[in-house]
C-alpha cells in the first residue's frame, strides 16, 4: 500500500494528519495542474468530539478553494443507521457573501460565516440517537461540480458513566458472589442429603434389624412373619 518512492511515503506521512480529504488533495497535487481547481472540506485535525448529554456541540467545517467559489453549495447530514439525514444546506452566491441557509433539523443552528470560508454548525441538547457521523458536503460549480466532503463524528456520553460502571460493577460482583454462594450451599446440601440418606439407610437398617431381633427373625421376612402370626393369634 504504501508503495512509491521516499518522497511519497513522506507526503503519505504528511497527509496522515489530516483527513481523507487533505490525503485527495496531496494525491492531486502529485498528479499536479489540479491544485487550481481543488475545493477543500474540513472538519478540523481532530475528527470527533465526545458530548454530555444534554450538552451543545459544534459541528466543525470549513472550505478553501485556489480558483474562490461561486454559488458553493453545501450541506450537512446525517448517518442514521444508514439513511441520510439532511440537517441544512445553502449556497454561498460568492465569497464575503452570507448564505441564507434552510435548517431541516429543530435542534441545528448555523455558525459558520462567509468570512471566515467558515460552516459549522451548532447541535443543541444532543441525546444519544444523535451519535453518528456528520457530514459536511460541498461543491463548488466552479470546478465541474465535483464533490467534496469531510466526516465529523459525535460520541455522546453520560455524565455519569463511570458512577453508573461502578454500581454497574458491584451489582455483578454481588450478584457472582450470591450466584456463587447458592452453588456451593447447593452443592453442600446435596452432599449433606447424600450423607444423611445413606446415614438414614444405615440406621434403618440398624432399626429394621433390631426390630428383627426382637421378632427373632431379619427384615421384611420378620414383618410377614408378624402377618402370619396375626391370623394365628
Ligand atoms: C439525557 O439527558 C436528558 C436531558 O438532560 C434526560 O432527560 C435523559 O434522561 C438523559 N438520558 C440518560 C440515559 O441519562
Ligand atoms: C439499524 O439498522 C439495523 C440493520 O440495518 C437494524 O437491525 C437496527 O434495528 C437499526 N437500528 C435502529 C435504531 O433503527
Ligand atoms: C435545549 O434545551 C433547553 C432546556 O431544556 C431548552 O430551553 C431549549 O429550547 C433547547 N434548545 C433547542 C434548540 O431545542
Ligand atoms: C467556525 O465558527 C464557529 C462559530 O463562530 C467557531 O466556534 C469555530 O471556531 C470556527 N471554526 C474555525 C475553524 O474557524
Ligand atoms: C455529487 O453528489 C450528488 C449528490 O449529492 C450526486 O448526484 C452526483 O452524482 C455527485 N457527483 C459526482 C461527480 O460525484
Known amino acids: 500500500m504504501d508503495g512509491g518512492g521516499r ?13 481523507s480529504v487533505h490525503a485527495g488533495v496531496v494525491v492531486t497535487l502529485l498528479v499536479g495542474l489540479w491544485c487550481a481547481q481543488a475545493l477543500e472540506v474540513s472538519v478540523g485535525k481532530v475528527h470527533f468530539v465526545e458530548a454530555v448529554n444534554g450538552s451543545t456541540v459544534l459541528l466543525p467545517c470549513t472550505y478553501s478553494s485556489c480558483i474562490g467559489i461561486k454559488n458553493l453549495y453545501f450541506n450537512w447530514h446525517f448517518n442514521d443507521n444508514g439513511t441520510m439525514l439532511k440537517l441544512c444546506e445553502a449556497v454561498i452566491p460568492s465569497e464575503e457573501v452570507e448564505p441564507k441557509v434552510d435548517i431541516l433539523h429543530d435542534r441545528v443552528e448555523f455558525v459558520g460565516s462567509s468570512r471566515t470560508s467558515n460552516i459549522s454548525i451548532l447541535l443543541w441538547n444532543v441525546t444519544f440517537e444523535d ?10 460549480p466552479k470546478e465541474k461540480n465535483r464533490n467534496h466532503s469531510a466526516i465529523f463524528r459525535l460520541i455522546v456520553v453520560d455524565q455519569l458513566k463511570e458512577v453508573d460502571n461502578t454500581v454497574t460493577v458491584i451489582i455483578v460482583s454481588v450478584l457472582g458472589g ?6 456451593i450451599v447447593m452443592v453442600i446440601k446435596t452432599i449433606v442429603l447424600h450423607v444423611l440418606t445413606k446415614v438414614k439407610e444405615k440406621n434403618k437398617e440398624c432399626l429394621v434389624s433390631s426390630s428383627g431381633n426382637d421378632n427373632t427373625e431379619n427384615g421384611l421376612s420378620g414383618s410377614k412373619a408378624e402377618n402370619k402370626t396375626t391370623p394365628k393369634a
Open 131 to 140: 451519535e453518528g457521523e456528520y457530514t459536511c458536503f460541498a461543491r463548488n
Open 178 to 183: 450470591v450466584i456463587g454462594l447458592v452453588i
Open 7 to 19: 518522497g511519497r511515503s513522506f507526503l503519505h506521512r504528511c497527509a496522515r494528519s489530516g483527513d
